[in-house]
């Protein structure tokens, strides 16, 4: 792994500080930090809502030598350790984020296929409370709200 090349020493220090940070995460997951581990969080820090196949492609320009089952492997212990969240809006292929722990919920447009997060509905966690949880002990609550982003309107408004 090498660190880009940048225009002055500050932007050198975060690069690293960055790197470290990733390398952090990764090591409090109990796993053992690597390039593909580190490539894919890299990528989807910048890359949030991204399918397997569209991190795969940012990893591959970063370590050309790297297979879409190494990402979907590092995707897979990612999210068994909990440092990424998959989320699988019906329709679309699995996208992974790295917003956990907070229950928050997406929003995704029915046209163009753009997901955003939508913070918590309503008070604390699990943010939905089932009229009979049948005996459950409910911890989360998953909503995808399905809609038309801003651009889509002004696009189908169109004549």
């Not at 910048?46 to 492609?57: E, I, K, M, S, V």
């Not at 897979?76 to 440092?83: D, E, L, P, Q, V």
């Not at 928050?104 to 296929?113: A, K, S, Y």
Request: net charge negative; glycine share 8%; proline share 6%.
């Amino acid at each position: 792994m090498t660190i880009p090349e940048l225009s002055d020493g500050a932007d050198v220090r975060s690069a690293v500080a960055d790197a470290g940070l990733l390398e952090d995460g990764i090591r409090s997951a109990g796993l053992k930090v690597t390039a593909p581990r580190l490539a894919v969080l890299r990528a989807l820090s910048d890359r949030p809502h991204a399918t397997a196949d569209a991190l795969f492609g940012a990893v591959r320009a970063d370590l050309p030598g790297t297979s879409l089952q190494a990402v979907y492997g590092v995707l897979s212990s990612f999210t068994t350790a909990g440092i990424v969240r998959k989320i699988e809006p019906a329709g679309s292929p699995a996208l992974f984020e790295r917003r956990v722990g907070d229950n928050h919920h997406h929003i995704v447009c029915t046209r163009c296929g753009v997901v955003h997060d939508v913070d918590c509905a309503v008070g604390h966690s699990p943010c939905l409370t089932p009229v009979d949880a049948l005996g459950f002990d409910v911890r989360a609550a998953e909503v995808i709200y399905w809609g038309l982003c801003a651009q889509c309107q002004s696009e189908t408004a169109l004549p």
